[in-house]
């Protein structure tokens, strides 16, 4: 311990480095995330895509006594992290939905005889109080949330799930929290620090300039012209990447367009089994084919360094959304690309999905119905019991319950319940309720027109992307790695070897 009672700055962190993972230097700001969170501070880390941002709960993990706690939004993500973490010599365990009953008892004697370090697990497994209760017997020194722009209700990822991990915080004897993200809009940074209550929190800004990136928009009119320059990028590109397209026809229809050109590629989107998903990712990291076509189910946590090329055939929702996928490109720090084929057309698919993500007024009243038919019992419902009499979609009534808890009009208990604090309302009190759905809309909108605006801007990309974000910007106006600067730049200005 140091002198303040906090734990003291582990000096053998290089020698840690290449014992558990191969490495033989920090990159930028992982020694002050590390550092952070061994004095026992909240650390909020923001770093690019491929910057090492799990190294920093990971080694830290190795110097803390207790367990840490990690809150990963994927199941899929969760184990490819415990899998490279158990070859690298580090015992982590999941726990999710998916185990066994006999998984589930073997991680959990895992984590009760001290043998886990670092335990992985979702918001909903976090919710049940004896899971909770198993870990306060370990004592958790560090409470991990990834990617936590999912925390925000102004994230471009936002998920009504993660709404309780203040309380399971506080319910595990408030340990220090590391939470991580690698997009993250000065709104959304201010957010994460509200929602999970660390207003002192140190934050760890490393900035979202990546210099091996090229970037550049390619515009088409009309799906054929479209898919020629797809396949003239494709055939000057070297190397294997992916594809992001906005529908799962749409995926399909590119996949057999390329394969009938002759070209080895393969499909990727929510509606294949498991098996044939995992077929496919596996395919990828095994460079078996040219492009991986794919919703953006596809991509989070995958753990391949040598992606060449990131191209989206589709406008994406966000700035952020389509920051974290092109970042996805280029993580072994070589030259790659990340391209968008823009066709003016395609704001219209964009408003079609905004039309589609919030609830209204009529969605609102059959959400607070739901919850008077439960509102009498002894206890209050659960998420599940809610779910099953509701005549909304899960992911509807998830999105009104985050509404509600919010306004006051529902609170959310230990255990994963819901009490109904306000049953007398009506449909005037609802929409107004309802307010700040209609505001968020309103921002989505804005945040539309700024992909627009990067889509058919004729400024420096890279510049663009960075202003956006709020960060300070490259020192000159051109980055040298852009279409826009490669047309405009004078010769040898450039950023990009900075």
């Not at 202003?467 to 300070?472: I, L, V």
Request: aromatic fraction near 8%; charged fraction near 25%.
């Amino acid at each position: 311990m140091g002198p303040d009672g906090t734990k003291a700055v582990d000096t053998q962190l290089p020698d840690r480095i290449r014992e558990f993972f191969g490495f033989h230097r920090f990159r930028p700001g992982q020694v002050e995330a590390v550092q952070s969170a061994l004095k026992g501070r909240d650390t909020l880390v923001v770093m690019p895509t491929g910057s090492g941002k799990s190294f920093c709960f990971q080694l830290t993990a190795l110097t803390l006594d207790g367990i840490t706690v990690v809150v990963s939004p994927l199941i899929s993500l969760m184990k490819d992290q415990v899998d490279h973490l158990l070859e690298n010599g580090v015992w982590a365990v999941g726990l999710n939905s998916t185990l066994t009953a006999a998984q589930r008892v073997t991680a959990e004697q895992d984590i009760a005889n001290g043998k886990a370090i670092i335990v992985y697990t979702t918001p909903e497994r976090l919710a049940d109080p004896a899971c909770r209760a198993m870990l306060r017997a370990r004592k958790v020194e560090l409470f991990v949330v990834d990617e936590a722009h999912c925390v925000s209700q102004w994230g471009h990822d936002f998920r009504p799930d993660y709404l309780g991990l203040a309380e399971a915080v506080d319910d595990l004897g408030r340990p220090p929290i590391m939470a991580l993200t690698a997009t993250a809009t000065p709104d959304v940074i201010e957010d994460i620090l509200a929602q999970l209550r660390m207003p002192d929190a140190e934050v760890v800004h490393t900035g979202f300039y990546r210099p091996n990136l090229d970037l550049q928009v390619v515009e088409a009119h009309g799906e054929a012209q479209k898919r020629a320059l797809l396949l003239r990028h494709l055939e000057k590109t070297e190397g294997t990447g992916i594809i992001y397209s906005a529908t799962i026809k749409a995926v399909e229809e590119l996949t057999e367009f390329l394969q009938g050109a002759g070209l080895a590629a393969d499909s990727y989107h929510g509606r294949l089994s498991p098996k044939r998903r995992a077929a496919a990712q596996d395919r990828f990291m095994a460079d078996e084919f040219k492009a991986l076509v794919a919703t953006n189910a596809f991509g989070l946590g995958i753990d391949k360094h040598d992606i060449r090329f990131v191209l989206h055939y589709h406008l994406p929702g966000t700035t952020e959304e389509f920051y974290q996928e092109f970042g996805r490109a280029g993580r072994d720090g070589d030259r790659a690309c990340g391209a968008l084929l823009y066709d003016p057309e395609d704001r219209k698919l964009l408003r079609f999905f905004q039309g589609k993500r919030y609830p209204d007024a009529d969605d609102l009243i059959n959400a607070h119905h739901t919850l008077k038919l439960l509102h009498d019992r002894p206890e209050p419902p659960t998420l599940p019991e809610i779910q099953a009499i509701s005549p909304l979609s899960a992911t509807r009534m998830k999105v009104c319950l985050s509404l509600f808890t919010a306004r006051g009009v529902v609170r959310y208990e230990t255990g994963g319940f819901y009490r109904l604090l306000r049953p007398e309302m009506g449909r005037d009190e609802l929409n107004w309720v309802g307010q700040s759905y209609r505001e968020r809309q309103e921002r989505d909108l804005r945040k539309q027109q700024d992909m627009v605006g990067y889509a058919e801007g004729n400024g420096c990309r890279w510049q663009t992307l960075l202003t956006y974000f709020g960060g300070e910007g490259l020192p000159g106006e051109h980055c040298g790695h852009c279409d826009h600067c490669r047309r405009f730049a004078p010769a040898g200005e450039s950023h990009a070897d900075r």
